[in-house]
């Protein structure tokens, strides 16, 4: 029996664990010890998991653990929930147990983990793109829900192989039954409008929209306390969710500390008047003086009665959020910063939004190749 190291990928790097491999019969095993490899961890598998490890082998015990049976994806996805729930918001929990339920559970349900096949995968994802016309984006989310499951049962030594990974890729879809909404960035004088008819605390709230790039769950979750005029920063750390408080935000890279940049700084000061002494919430509503319930009321309440009344085309309040990162992309910013102020996960998701308003820094581009 000997004793090695096998390195994996996550979120945080690579991860090297300790495994350890015998020949027994004739055949070859491997098992994780579900140790991270330290010198105090190899002491402890040497010492106390191989010998206890070995008893198990030559009493027939590992074996009968090996030939259990493998769980359906019925019996595991449940597990892989509960596994992930500390690390979820509501709102994903919600969408991933919906998805699951809509599109998964009739088609891979009862069978057991490891009898599910790539080509099986690929398959159910061309229908759900052919005969549901569902948008290539959409898939991908739907199918998330069921990679999580299969890299937790990997985690868990229950099987070896994610046919997630093998499955082929998907095209864009053509004439998706729910169209993804275009970026149309308002322009200045645009958001000059917008602003100019905004009263009051509007006008502070669509100001912060527009020059932080917040999400609406985070615009509205914002405290106080979070933001330090001292040195003009926000530290997005919270979130409101179809009115329920959380410390969970949408990504890892979420949490993050974006400047406060000059022409957002006096209307800051003057929400700060009206909200500041009641150390809360940043804004609050007018009837009951507590935090926005959703990003819907703001819409409903504010967002659309302002566009009109401004004469501006209508663009969902997201745009907002769009509009600053595009503008700063544009005007020459450097992405990977403006990637990590937006809370975006990486820099090849920002390129993958925004790349269309890098702007070309050389007037003179292609003109090398005159000479040839």
Same mark, same amino acid.
């Given at each position: 029996?000997?004793?090695?190291?096998?390195?994996? !990928?996550? $979120?945080?790097?690579?991860? $090297?664990?300790?495994?350890?491999?015998?020949?027994?019969?004739?055949?070859?095993?491997?098992?994780?010890?579900?140790?991270?490899?330290?010198?105090?961890?190899?002491?402890?598998?040497?010492?106390?998991?191989?010998?206890?490890?070995?008893?198990?082998?030559?009493?027939?015990?590992?074996?009968?653990?090996?030939?259990?049976?493998?769980?359906? +994806?019925?019996?595991?996805? %449940?597990?892989?929930?509960?596994?992930?729930?500390?690390?979820?918001?509501?709102?994903?929990?919600? @969408?991933? &147990?919906?998805?699951?339920?809509?599109?998964?559970? @009739?088609?891979?349900?009862?069978?057991?983990?490891?009898?599910?096949?790539?080509? %099986?995968?690929?398959?159910?994802?061309?229908?759900?793109?052919? !005969?549901?016309?569902?948008?290539? @984006?959409?898939?991908?989310?739907?199918?998330?829900?069921?990679?999580?499951?299969?890299?937790?049962?990997?985690?868990?030594?229950?099987?070896?192989?994610?046919?997630?990974? !093998?499955?082929?890729?998907?095209? &864009?879809?053509?004439?998706?039954?729910?169209?993804?909404?275009?970026? $149309?960035?308002?322009?200045?004088?645009?958001?000059?409008?917008?602003?100019?008819?905004?009263?009051?605390?509007?006008?502070?709230?669509? *100001?912060?929209?527009?020059?932080?790039?917040?999400?609406?769950?985070?615009?509205?979750?914002?405290?106080?306390?979070?933001?330090?005029?001292?040195?003009?920063?926000? @530290? +997005?750390?919270?979130? =409101?969710?179809?009115?329920?408080?959380?410390?969970?935000?949408?990504?890892?890279?979420?949490?993050?500390?974006?400047?406060?940049?000059?022409?957002?700084?006096?209307?800051?000061?003057?929400?700060?008047? =009206?909200?500041?002494?009641?150390?809360?919430?940043?804004?609050?509503?007018?009837?009951?003086?507590?935090?926005?319930?959703?990003?819907?009321?703001?819409?409903?309440?504010?967002?659309? $009665?302002?566009?009109?009344? *401004?004469?501006?085309?209508?663009?969902?309040?997201?745009?907002?959020?769009?509009?600053?990162?595009?503008?700063? =992309?544009?005007?020459?910013?450097? =992405?990977?910063?403006?990637?990590?102020?937006?809370?975006? &996960?990486?820099?090849? +998701?920002?390129?993958?939004?925004?790349?269309?308003?890098?702007? +070309?820094?050389?007037?003179?581009?292609? %003109?090398?190749?005159?000479?040839?």
């Amino acid at each position: 029996m000997t004793l090695y190291t096998k390195e994996s !990928k996550n $979120k945080q790097g690579i991860k $090297k664990t300790l495994w350890v491999n015998f020949t027994h019969n004739g055949k070859r095993y491997r098992k994780s010890l579900d140790l991270e490899d330290t010198p105090a961890n190899r002491k402890i598998a040497e010492t106390q998991y191989m010998p206890i490890l070995r008893y198990k082998i030559i009493s027939g015990e590992f074996f009968k653990n090996t030939n259990s049976k493998i769980p359906t +994806v019925n019996e595991y996805m %449940e597990r892989s929930f509960e596994l992930r729930k500390g690390g979820r918001c509501s709102s994903t929990i919600y @969408a991933h &147990e919906k998805n699951y339920l809509k599109y998964l559970k @009739a088609p891979f349900g009862n069978k057991q983990l490891d009898k599910i096949t790539s080509s %099986e995968i690929t398959i159910w994802q061309n229908n759900l793109q052919e !005969k549901e016309h569902l948008a290539k @984006a959409t898939i991908l989310k739907i199918r998330s829900c069921i990679n999580s499951m299969y890299e937790d049962a990997i985690e868990e030594s229950i099987i070896k192989f994610n046919p997630i990974s !093998k499955a082929k890729k998907l095209k &864009e879809t053509e004439n998706p039954k729910v169209n993804r909404v275009k970026l $149309k960035p308002f322009n200045q004088k645009e958001i000059s409008k917008i602003l100019n008819t905004a009263q009051h605390q509007d006008k502070n709230m669509l *100001a912060t929209f527009f020059f932080t790039g917040l999400r609406a769950s985070e615009l509205i979750g914002l405290k106080w306390e979070s933001i330090d005029f001292k040195n003009n920063t926000i @530290a +997005v750390r919270e979130q =409101i969710v179809q009115g329920n408080h959380k410390n969970i935000l949408k990504t890892t890279k979420s949490r993050r500390i974006i400047p406060i940049i000059k022409i957002l700084l006096p209307y800051l000061e003057n929400q700060y008047k =009206i909200t500041g002494s009641q150390n809360s919430y940043v804004f609050l509503t007018k009837k009951s003086n507590k935090h926005f319930h959703s990003a819907g009321k703001i819409r409903e309440q504010i967002w659309i $009665k302002i566009l009109e009344s *401004a004469n501006v085309n209508y663009r969902n309040l997201h745009q907002t959020r769009g509009t600053f990162i595009s503008t700063l =992309i544009s005007n020459g910013e450097d =992405i990977t910063y403006v990637s990590k102020i937006a809370g975006h &996960e990486n820099v090849k +998701v920002t390129l993958e939004k925004y790349s269309e308003y890098i702007p +070309v820094k050389n007037e003179n581009f292609g %003109e090398c190749f005159g000479k040839v």
